[in-house]
């Protein structure tokens, strides 16, 4: 087989997880026909297939540099594929070989005496005293943007960070997307990637949503974030060379680190602090109606609340390897992520549902910032966007970046 043949093969048995996980195929816009065909098939004879793909895949010795590594990157997601199959058959893994199974990464390992000493830099800076997570609660308030202004400022982050990205990235004439607000998930936000550009971006509303997570979402699910790295992966690889590979996304494989990584780290490319600030300050926060004149302290102490990120990966692989119940899970979360009962409860539920994926956004985050920042003279911007944009356009899985 070829690599062109090995790569649509991958797209059809990727396509034909999807019968027995409806949130495997997370995006799809190659050929109508492959789609349909799918039906359901046993999964042993999925294992097999994938087996047969990965064997043919180490038998292609390829010349040039560019399907070399076109070649490694299947390698591993034909390799997760085979991972996820064996896990809906029933295989169990702990969660670090799970993650390594499925991401090709692995968390760092931390306890709660990491976590201990960034709690008490918070003690300092957030007013009030006693219990650090009633404290933050009752200061978050202020913070909340009201329902009948959501729509207003979300929409104005999202314009803003498309306009920042399109001074950088050359996108598409018809690119495009709608906001649409849910209820009931477990996710604060999805970019459902449509193909031809198109993206629907979901934001979900079962909860207040804070000033900061306005430009958070608008950059991590739109620009330059996951719309952004589908259209290019549509426009430059499928459309521009036939690398059919790209035309399907499977949400547990070693891309979302990487998607995830780069759409958390996105954040930072288009909006650099101070420049965060400013607009902020001038935009966003007149908009929802809160003060500005309280802007510089809620980010300080967002910057320390944004350290303990790895306290989520903590208590998820403690509580998916057995070693706590779910009660204690949310209890860890409400003393080490900070977050209340009730966005406790939902991650927990996040959790349950996409196990270790939970290390796509804060290891993916560091991983491609460490990547990118590495190839980047300091202070250079213009540059940052243009290594940004090639990871992007040429993906590379953890284990490639790390090169």
Same mark, same amino acid.
């Given at each position: ?35 349909? !065909? ?73 306890? !709660? ?30 913070? !909340? ?62 909860f207040p949503m804070f000033i900061s997570r306005a430009i958070d979402l608008a950059s991590h699910e739109g620009y330059p974030g996951h719309h952004v790295f589908n259209l290019l992966l549509e426009q430059q690889l499928v459309n521009a060379k ?53 802007? !510089? ?107």
């Amino acid at each position: 087989m070829t690599l062109n043949e090995i790569a649509a093969a991958y797209v059809k048995l990727v396509l034909a997880v999807g019968p027995h996980d409806s949130s495997y195929v997370d995006a799809y816009y190659g050929p109508p026909e492959w789609q349909t !065909e799918t039906k359901k098939v046993p999964l042993p004879d999925l294992i097999l297939q994938a087996d047969q793909l990965i064997q043919d895949l180490k038998t292609l010795e390829l010349a040039s540099e560019d399907q070399q590594l076109r070649q490694e990157f299947l390698a591993l997601q034909l390799g997760a594929v085979h991972a996820y199959l064996q896990q809906l058959n029933g295989t169990r893994r702990s969660f670090d070989d799970e993650s390594k199974a499925l991401y090709d990464a692995t968390s760092p390992t931390l306890s !709660e005496t990491d976590f201990d000493l960034i709690l008490a830099e918070l003690d300092q800076l957030l007013p009030g005293t006693g219990d650090l997570n009633a404290r933050l609660s009752h200061y978050n308030r202020e913070f !909340e943007i009201p329902v009948d202004k959501l729509d207003l400022v979300f929409s104005a982050a999202i314009k803003e960070s498309r306009t920042r990205t399109k001074k950088y990235i050359s996108l598409p004439e018809q690119e495009d997307f709608e906001i649409e607000y849910v209820k009931d998930q477990v996710w604060s936000a999805y970019n459902w990637y449509k193909g031809n550009s198109y993206s629907l971006i979901q934001v979900n509303t079962d909860f207040p949503m804070f000033i900061s997570r306005a430009i958070d979402l608008a950059s991590h699910e739109g620009y330059p974030g996951h719309h952004v790295f589908n259209l290019l992966l549509e426009q430059q690889l499928v459309n521009a060379k036939g690398w059919m590979e790209h035309c399907v996304y499977p949400l547990y494989s070693p891309m979302s680190l990487l998607a995830e990584g780069s759409a958390n780290y996105g954040i930072q490319v288009a909006f650099p602090p101070d420049e965060r600030l400013a607009f902020e300050k001038e935009v966003l926060f007149p908009l929802a109606g809160i003060n500005p004149d309280h802007a !510089e302290l809620y980010y300080q102490i967002q910057a320390v609340l944004q350290k303990l990120s790895y306290a989520g990966n903590m208590v998820a692989q403690r509580y998916l390897d057995g070693e706590i119940e779910r009660p204690a899970a949310i209890a860890l979360l409400m003393k080490y992520a900070l977050s209340d009962e009730q966005r406790s409860t939902q991650r927990i539920a996040f959790i349950e549902k996409n196990r270790s994926y939970v290390i796509n956004y804060n290891l993916g985050q560091d991983m491609v910032q460490d990547y990118i920042e590495k190839r980047t003279q300091a202070g250079d911007q213009s540059q940052r966007w243009q290594v940004f944009a090639d990871l992007l356009s040429h993906p590379k899985t953890a284990s490639m970046m790390a090169k």
